[in-house]
């Protein structure tokens, strides 16, 4: 379907559905009530047929061009039917799954995690090992029965609702760092892995702790080749950075445009509000580029740290905007707005953070970008 049909034969179905769809708290819900909420809206999209489209017909899509998915996400955010964030996971996972998971396994899992029947997690960061993502130390040894998985991973997003895992592990000598690599595919509830919540600023327990204790995972959950799972993470990084990005824009808009509604226009100054501005649609035109190239089959890299730069950038701008505007409700409001606008606001200090630190977004721009030098 072409992107003009899909946006107003869905934008036609959301009205219909409206009353179906909408949450059923009110402001920013617990974690529970939020996740309850993605699943609600995931199910129901699919089997209107909706959120197939943009993903290949060998995973249950419908086919059509990622524009699909990535103005279905805009306009769920737009609408305030989900939570940016934790709705774009898919965006980060599925499509490392069908590049790397067997046919068979890929046509299995991708449905569910798109149905909202299961949600997965992403188990790359270790304590010690996030930028330098290479040093990573969870271990997972041949043996006759399959994998045996030894060690830790931190900040995994949902790890504590997810029925899988996309995980990294070490299966080469420390010092052959990117060789010895080897990426799998985990279920959750296998024993031996246990996890435990982290609460983050802003009050909700959205990652975890994870530990792997001698867990057996079997050889054919292993994602593309043996040693080669630093591909894999390079593979998904610029997922990371792409369509889940154009969410996280949407709901930017969303959040600027209820800021300049809410508040008195001359409780703001109009100078940083014209910035605020710039940021978000620089931020759109550069995002808007990537989704085209996407859609017309180009592989994504390195260029996309510039879309995440801009949009974290963009991300605090919009909420330090909203701590000048809303300042009362951002520090000592308590009805259920005011903790929502605290709780982005405490957020929005994550986003040059996640998904690679904007200070190693900088060098990646600078050396394999513009040239500047080695990374040693
Ligand atoms: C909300 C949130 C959700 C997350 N979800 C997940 C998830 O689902 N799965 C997952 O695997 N991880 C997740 N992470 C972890 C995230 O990817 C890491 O926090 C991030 O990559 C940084 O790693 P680190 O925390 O180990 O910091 P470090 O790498 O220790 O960095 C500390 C500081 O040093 C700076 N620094 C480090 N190296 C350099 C360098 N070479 N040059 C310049 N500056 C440098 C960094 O920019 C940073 O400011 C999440 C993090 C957050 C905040």
Not at 177 to 202: C, K, N, Q, W, Y
Request: net charge negative.
């Amino acid at each position: 379907m072409e992107i003009d049909a899909f946006r107003a034969a869905l934008d036609e179905w959301l009205d219909e559905h409206e009353a179906a769809l909408a949450p059923s708290h009110a402001g920013l819900g617990t974690l529970d009530e939020e996740m309850a909420q993605l699943a609600k809206v995931r199910r129901l999209v699919y089997d209107a047929g909706w959120s197939r489209y943009g993903w290949p017909e060998r995973v249950g899509g419908l086919g059509g061009s990622g524009l699909l998915r990535a103005y279905l996400g805009e306009v769920l955010t737009a609408r305030d039917l989900i939570e940016a964030g934790i709705y774009s996971m898919p965006e980060v996972l599925a499509p490392t799954m069908i590049d790397f998971a067997s046919e068979a396994l890929a046509a299995e899992m991708v449905p569910k995690l798109l149905r909202g029947d299961e949600v997965w997690c992403q188990g790359f960061s270790e304590p010690g090992t996030g930028s330098n993502l290479a040093a990573l130390s969870c271990r997972a040894v041949a043996t006759d029965e399959g994998w045996r998985v030894s060690g830790q991973k931190v900040w995994t997003s949902l790890a504590q609702y997810s029925a899988r895992c996309v995980l990294l592990t070490r299966t080469g000598d420390a010092d052959s760092a990117h060789r010895g690599i080897t990426a799998l595919f985990v279920d959750m509830d296998s024993a031996g892995i246990s996890v435990r919540p982290l609460e983050t600023m802003h009050g909700l327990e959205e990652f975890s702790e994870v530990f792997f204790d001698d867990v057996l995972v079997p050889f054919d959950r292993t994602l593309g080749e043996r040693d080669r799972g630093w591909s894999i993470a390079m593979d998904l990084l610029p997922y990371e950075r792409s369509t889940s990005l154009w969410h996280r824009g949407a709901f930017l808009h969303r959040r600027f445009g209820q800021l300049l509604s809410t508040v008195d226009p001359e409780a703001l100054d109009p100078r940083r509000v014209g910035e605020v501005a710039q940021l978000l649609y620089a931020f759109r035109a550069r995002s808007r580029a990537t989704q085209r190239r996407l859609a017309m089959g180009e592989t994504l890299g390195s260029e996309t740290s510039i879309d995440k730069l801009l949009v974290s950038t963009a991300e605090q701008a919009v909420f330090d905007l909203v701590a000048e505007g809303l300042a009362s409700a951002v520090t000592i409001g308590d009805d259920a707005q005011s903790r929502r606008w605290r709780a982005e606001f405490l957020y929005s200090r994550a986003s040059t953070i996640y998904g690679g630190t904007i200070e190693i977004q900088r060098n990646i721009v600078a050396r394999r970008l513009l040239e500047l030098g080695s990374d040693r």
